[in-house]
């Protein structure tokens, strides 16, 4: 019991347990009632029982942990790299943010070298997805990790501070995909380590030299009084808020310290400038794979039509489909531009039906698709009752692995499809089961499966193990320039010697990246079985080769992991554990590391914990985003408004000049030609007011046009005139007409 409450608060033990508890997935509010039941179950005094609001804040004391801990091993480190992603969950962003740096055992007596690390900073919901918002986000992270740190007991009694001064002068490199934003995110924090570079040159400056920061002091107050005098007067300068001074003079005091830090920074050897400068940028090993697949898939499918051959079977939803059903046929009949849409909105080939056999098989929604149904059919077959890969979240490999399963098992898959045909009352499969159905009927949609499960088994499976298996948790992503060289080169082998992947004994030891044994002996075992019987496998496949070829120092201190799976897997985290737990705060969800503190250090993270709890950070938070987009929406609002009052002052202003204005018909073709596009169309509302026949839109079209419609209308008005003047008499070949 005494471990359990200590001076009548729970101890630190109890709530490292109800940490734990909650990281293996228990519900909060059941954290007290387990551990009363174990307890009794123990025969030992049953505690009192533990409250969601404590467990929670037990979780948040974690947290407080973990941040000191983090900004300690920063503050201690020489070099540090960043790494990013982001995600939407329930329309909502979310930005996963990585450290990595080089730390030592903890354990006593451990005197091995220092080993490359992978700390979470942080999951945080944001605004959007742009460049300023992702770096604004970790701006704010940084300065929240500084302001814990620096309050530590544990700061204090190390001596030691942490500032993003020292975050940027650390920061060696940046890890993430290869998105366009990201790039521009890497452009920002380098304009961000500049600017904080020469502030931290101009500041030791002033400390290290008295007569330059009295000279700086008295160069500050001129400032100063420039300001007030700028913002016209005391009396004006004392009416701003304070914070709106406050945030004047240190704009300006910042300025100055980063002109001194320029003088600084010039006076540095080039050696010292290169290493305070140093910062690179490296993309995720696995969505450079991702992008040469895509890349090969996109040639291999074009190759069809180079060959001269229909292409895979159309696979397109039910509307287009039934649009392109009613299509005429013939060399003499012009598609419809319904039909045209149909068409080009429709796909086809291997990557479309195993997308389609990932819905049907393994569907995002689990109330939809087959699921259980499909494992205990494949089970009952004595085949392997896994999970069909997920193809709808599009994970590394996801289509890959799934184009194994569709050839290893394709007899099987179609018996399936049979089945629940069959089991159906109208003994019909949907319109998604039947495009797969016959896409598995296809050979060219087969062709392409198995040219993608040879890429597979001879490129992907043996680069990612190289890349991301075991061992390679300390492997830098800037050390693998000579792996994708000879990656290049392999693949330039097999389009050279294309018997490598096609030959009559196939062997790992050659057609293999790395000469590593097959990662999927039966998929590849059924793919060169297949092989003979597809005409087209070999350009097919030599096509999506040649693709993901087209498409696709300081080492030691920037270290970077050679994938990004730290921030998808945090981010895939949390969307499994907003799932179970949706009233989850993000606060909490990032603080389930443990650290060994004094007992001051605990009880200094108890007071941070339940300031945290009080603020309503979170609540803050989300009430932050929604300003954001209802500023957003306003601001649109504001925008479209003022668009459409122009637009009805253009309209007033023409009106008015037409009425206003006694406008004399031209009835001469030169003279029509001198007319600029306003006067044409004041001729041709004229007109229209007695021939309603004259087009609308015609500030759309061109002069040329706008003529061309006059001068027939001059002509059937002329006709009219000959007609009337039959009729009556002499008519005047030319009137005054008032436009009104």
């Given at each position: ?9 729970y ?7 109800a940490r ?8 909060r ?51 540090l ?24 055992s ?23 997805h742009c460049?300023?918002?992702?770096l ?34 650390k920061?060696?490199?940046i ?5 366009a934003?990201?790039?521009?995110a890497f ?18 400056a ?13 160069a500050?107050?001129r ?22 001074r ?23 050897s080039?050696t ?5 400068e ?12 991702l992008?040469?697949v895509?890349g ?22 039910k ?10 046929h013939g ?28 819905g ?5 929604d689990?109330k ?5 149904t ?11 009752a896994?999970?069909f ?13 799934a ?14 499809l049979e ?16 495009n ?14 198995v ?13 990612s ?11 830098n992503v ?24 096609f030959?009559?004994n ?63 897997g945090a981010?895939?985290?949390f ?13 909490q969800?990032?603080s ?6 004094t ?13 945290i ?9 989300r009430?932050?985003?929604i ?13 479209v408004a003022?668009r ?5 002052q ?10 206003a204005t ?11 030609n001198?007319l ?27 002069n040329?046009d ?18 009337a ?16």
């Amino acid at each position: 019991m005494q471990r359990i409450i200590s001076k009548g608060v729970y101890s630190q033990q109890s709530r490292s347990l109800a940490r734990s508890l909650v990281l293996a997935g228990c519900a909060r509010e059941a954290v007290g009632k387990l551990v009363q039941q174990v307890f009794k179950l123990l025969g030992l005094p049953i505690p009192p029982w533990m409250s969601r609001r404590t467990v929670g804040r037990a979780i948040l004391e974690g947290g407080v942990a973990e941040k000191v801990q983090l900004a300690h091993e920063m503050a201690q480190t020489k070099s540090l790299t960043v790494s990013t992603d982001k995600t939407s969950h329930r329309h909502v962003n979310y930005e996963s943010r990585h450290i990595s740096y080089k730390v030592t055992s903890y354990a006593k007596n451990d005197v091995t070298p220092a080993k490359p690390v992978v700390r979470l900073l942080g999951v945080e919901s944001s605004k959007n997805h742009c460049s300023e918002t992702q770096l604004e986000g970790l701006q704010l992270s940084v300065a929240a990790l500084a302001t814990i740190y620096n309050d530590s007991p544990l700061a204090q009694c190390t001596g030691s501070d942490f500032s993003d001064w020292i975050f940027t002068r650390k920061a060696k490199g940046i890890n993430g995909d290869h998105a366009a934003d990201q790039k521009k995110a890497f452009w920002l924090f380098q304009a961000w380590k500049s600017e904080n570079l020469l502030a931290d040159l101009g500041n030791n400056a002033l400390s290290e030299n008295p007569a330059l920061s009295a000279s700086f002091s008295e160069a500050l107050d001129r400032a100063k009084h420039q300001l007030v005098a700028e913002a016209g007067g005391l009396e004006c300068w004392n009416s701003l808020l304070p914070s709106e001074r406050t945030k004047l003079e240190l704009t300006m005091k910042s300025s100055m310290v980063r002109t001194l830090g320029q003088d600084a920074y010039l006076g540095l050897s080039e050696t010292e400038k290169h290493e305070a400068e140093f910062l690179i940028r490296a993309g995720c090993c696995m969505h450079k794979e991702l992008n040469a697949v895509k890349g090969g898939n996109d040639v291999m499918m074009a190759k069809w039509d180079r060959l001269g051959v229909e292409g895979p079977v159309l696979l397109a939803n039910k509307d287009n489909d039934a649009t392109l059903q009613g299509a005429s046929h013939g060399a003499d009949c012009e598609p419809t531009p319904a039909e045209v849409r149909a068409l080009n909105e429709s796909n086809q080939g291997a990557v479309k039906a195993i997308s389609l056999a990932g819905g049907i098989f393994n569907n995002k929604d689990k109330k939809k698709g087959q699921h259980d149904t499909y494992c205990w059919y494949m089970e009952n077959r004595g085949l392997v009752a896994s999970q069909f890969p997920d193809t709808s979240n599009v994970r590394f490999q996801s289509h890959i692995e799934a184009a194994e399963v569709v050839l290893t098992d394709h007899q099987a898959i179609l018996e399936f499809l049979e089945f629940v045909r069959d089991k159906k009352d109208h003994w019909k499969l949907n319109h998604m089961e039947l495009n797969l159905y016959k896409a598995l009927h296809c050979s060219k949609t087969m062709t392409e499966v198995v040219a993608i499960v040879i890429y597979g088994g001879t490129v992907l499976h043996p680069y990612s193990q190289m890349v991301r298996g075991p061992g390679t948790e300390s492997l830098n992503v800037l050390d693998l320039g000579p792996l994708h060289e000879e990656l290049k080169k392999h693949l330039k082998v097999i389009l050279t010697n294309p018997k490598l992947i096609f030959g009559a004994n196939v062997a790992p030891e050659t057609a293999c990246f790395g000469g590593r044994p097959w990662c999927n002996t039966a998929a590849m075992a059924a793919a060169f079985k297949l092989a003979s019987k597809l005409e087209h496998l070999h350009p097919i496949t030599l096509a999506l080769f040649q693709g993901a070829l087209d498409n696709t120092e300081e080492r030691d201190a920037a270290w970077m992991p050679a994938t990004n799976d730290a921030n998808e897997g945090a981010l895939g985290a949390f969307r499994l554990r907003a799932q179970d737990k949706p009233t989850l705060s993000m606060h909490q969800h990032n603080s389930f590391v443990d650290a060994t503190f004094t007992s001051e250090d605990f009880c200094h993270a108890m007071r941070l914990a339940r300031e945290i709890d009080r603020a309503g950070l979170e609540k803050n938070r989300r009430l932050e985003i929604i300003w954001h987009e209802e500023g957003e929406v306003q601001a649109k609002r504001q925008r479209v408004a003022e668009r459409q009052q122009k637009e009805a002052q253009k309209t007033v202003s023409r009106e008015a000049e037409r009425n206003a204005t006694v406008m004399v018909l031209t009835l001469n073709e030169e003279e029509l030609n001198r007319l600029t596009k306003d006067k044409l169309i004041i001729q041709l509302e004229i007109h229209r007011v007695q021939e309603s026949t004259i087009p609308r839109g015609l500030r759309s079209m061109v002069n040329k046009d706008l003529i061309r419609i006059l001068i027939a209308q001059i002509s059937v008005v002329l006709q009219q005139n000959v007609h009337a003047a039959s009729a009556s008499g002499p008519c005047e070949q030319g009137r005054s007409l008032d436009s009104s």
